[in-house]
Every structure is written in structure tokens, then in C-alpha cells.
């Protein structure tokens, strides 16, 4: 796919949507960085749901760790893996307090050592938190990004470093968002809403079908 034809698919994502976000529901970085946490393996719905009475008491690491563990896991066992997310994230709120004065850090590596914590949460929350032009390549980016041509690669690094380079600066610190929700509602895994599709004549998959 050529620099042209990326650079109108930005423009027409961009058009249909100014100001995407992600659809997890905040109130400030530590409640993304938890809510990021959990939607491993979850969806977003699932986690907003979880969530809507724990961040209601529980804005900041000190509250997380006043709740507890057990506390914690009561709140968001509707989540797949909840045990394991509860201690990863009450370990984190631990770090938070007693590393980085209670503050999210806006620091990847620093992000990175905080347990539950990979590349791709640490992506999310220095794009949607602290305004970073990164790409967190989840399942639908790495979709959208294979299937379109737009960066194609084996493995999510290989998409996310892909993506880095072609897509047009302008459009990098939107870009995070208009793929995972292009991949969550239109080119979506099974049968693709081809149809409805903004960029079709733009795409370059072969297999391309005519429903909505």
C-alpha cells in the first residue's frame, strides 16, 4: 500500500470520527491504567460494568489498597482471570505509592515493571492518558492492519512498528483508536461489514463481501 492511499484512510477515519477515544470508562490515569488491566481478555462492556461502583470509592492507589485484595476481586469477578488481575493490580497500586508518589508514570519502562503491566496496556495509557503517538496493537488493530494492507506483519510488534512508520504523523496519536474501533464494529473477524465499509475502495483485501 503506498503513502497516498494510507494518508486517505486516515483522512476518511478522521472524517467519520474527529475525536475517537477508547470506550473504557475514567476518571483519571490510575483508573485507566486499572480499567486497561482488566480488559485483558475482556471486553470493554464487561469492564465498564465491573468497574461503574469500584471507581466511584476508588480513585487513587491508596483507596485500591485500603479495599484490598479480597475486596478488589468481590468488585470485578464478573472479569475473566479476576484473581489474578485483583493481585496484580493491588502489587501495582503497592509500587504506585511507594515508587512514584501515587502517580501513574509516563514512562514506558517504568510502566512496563508494574505487575499485569505489558507493552500494550503501557501503550494504551501513555496514548489515551498522557497524549503519547503510540499504537497499542490489540487483536483488532493486528486484523485491520493485515487485512487492509495498511501495515502487515507476523507477530503485534512487528504490526505496531509498522504502523509507526507509515502512518502519516498527523494522524498517529487518533490512529490507536480509529483501527480498534474500524476492527470492533466494521472489519470485524468473522464475515467483515464490507458494505458499510468508509475505506473499501481503499482497502486491499481480496476476499471483500457486500454485507452491512
Given amino acids: ?25 475514567y476518571g483519571n490515569p490510575f483508573q485507566l491504567l486499572v480499567a486497561v488491566i482488566l480488559s485483558a481478555q475482556a471486553t470493554d462492556v464487561g469492564v465498564n460494568k465491573a468497574t461503574a461502583a469500584l471507581f466511584k470509592k476508588v480513585k487513587t492507589p491508596a483507596a485500591m489498597l485500603k479495599l484490598g485484595e479480597a475486596g478488589l476481586r468481590e ?3 464478573t472479569i475473566g482471570l479476576f484473581n489474578t ?9 503497592a509500587i504506585l505509592v511507594e515508587q512514584h508518589g501515587s502517580k501513574v508514570p509516563d514512562d514506558r519502562a517504568a510502566l512496563e515493571a508494574l505487575p499485569g503491566v505489558g507493552r500494550k496496556t503501557a501503550n494504551v495509557v501513555l496514548n489515551t492518558a498522557f497524549g503519547h503517538p503510540t499504537i497499542a496493537v490489540d487483536t483488532h488493530i493486528f486484523r485491520v492492519a493485515n487485512r487492509t494492507g495498511l501495515a ?12 509507526l512508520r507509515v502512518v502519516p504523523k498527523e494522524f498517529l496519536h487518533d490512529a490507536h483508536h480509529w483501527l480498534i474501533l474500524h476492527g470492533r464494529y466494521t472489519c470485524i473477524a ?6 458499510s465499509c468508509t475505506i473499501y475502495d481503499l482497502c486491499e483485501y481480496r476476499q471483500k463481501t457486500t454485507g452491512e
Avoid at 503506498?2 to 477515544?21: K, S, V
Avoid at 488481575?85 to 497500586?93: D, F, P, S
Avoid at 502487515?152 to 504502523?163: A, H, M
Wanted: with cysteine; charged share 30%.
Fill in 190 to 195: 468473522r464475515k467483515p461489514r464490507c458494505g
Fill in 152 to 163: 502487515p506483519g507476523k507477530n503485534v510488534v512487528e504490526v505496531e512498528q509498522r504502523l
Fill in 85 to 93: 488481575k485483583a493481585a496484580n493490580i493491588i502489587k501495582t497500586c
Fill in 75 to 77: 468488585q470485578v469477578k
Fill in 1 to 25: 500500500m503506498n503513502a497516498a492511499r494510507r494518508r486517505e484512510i486516515f483522512q476518511r477515519l478522521r472524517a467519520a470520527n474527529p475525536h475517537p477515544g477508547t470506550e473504557l470508562h
